[in-house]
Each structure stands twice: as C-alpha cells, then as structure tokens.
C-alpha cells in the first residue's frame, strides 16, 4: 500500500523559510518522481515542484528561485526547502507520486504566511 505523509508546515512571517518533508512507503522510492502541490482555499490544487529519479527537476514559475525540491533514496523522503515566503504561497502542501496508473496523496501540511 503506498502511502505518503507530510511533515514540517507551520506558521511564519513573510521573507521567512520553512523545510516541508514527505516520507513514502510502499513504493520502490528511488525509481518514481515525487512531486509537490499546494492548494489554496477556494482555488484548485497546483503543480509546485518535481524531482524526478535521476534528481532532474521542474519548478513552476511562482516559486522558481525560491523553492528548492530534493530528495533522499535512502530514507525514501522527499523535501521542499522554501524561502522568502509570501502571503501568497499560503496553501496546504503535496506530496504526491503516481504508481500502477493511480495518483496518490499525502494528507498534506498547512504553511501559513502572514506578518
């Protein structure tokens, strides 16, 4: 059964950074890309971040240069570093892999920006 679980969401400032962690089981981690999303109240889910399992990697253009994605075979995790937060990218966060044909999700972690 795959599962996939979110970690490290919190409330900070803007300019602030916060580390977002999703650990997997279930899957043979190294060979599938990991992704994250964020979904904002009232808006649709959206593509923040992909690594794929080779390490290449694709951002959307709202966090380039400020989001960094990577990840770690060894301990089947995935990380979102963020930096010079805006009130805009207040969401709950994604991680999400694709497997047989079928998504899957985490529950999510709530990042909250706000002075």
């Known amino acids: 059964q795959v599962r996939l679980e979110e970690s490290g969401g919190g409330l900070v400032k803007p300019g602030g950074s916060l580390r977002l962690s999703c650990k997997a089981a279930?899957?043979?981690?190294?060979?599938?890309?990991m992704k994250w999303y964020r979904q904002a109240p009232g808006e649709e889910r959206e593509f923040i971040a992909s690594?794929?399992?080779?390490?290449?990697?694709k951002y959307a253009d709202s966090v380039k240069g400020r989001f960094t994605i990577t990840r770690d075979n060894v301990w089947r995790t995935t990380s979102l570093q963020t930096s010079i937060l805006r009130p805009e990218d207040t969401a709950v966060y994604f991680c999400?892999?694709?497997?047989?044909?079928?998504?899957?999700w985490g529950r999510g972690t709530q990042v909250t920006v706000t002075s």
């Open positions: 279930g899957i043979n981690f190294r060979l599938y890309t």
């Open positions: 690594i794929g399992q080779g390490g290449e990697t």
């Open positions: 999400n892999t694709e497997h047989g044909g079928r998504n899957f």
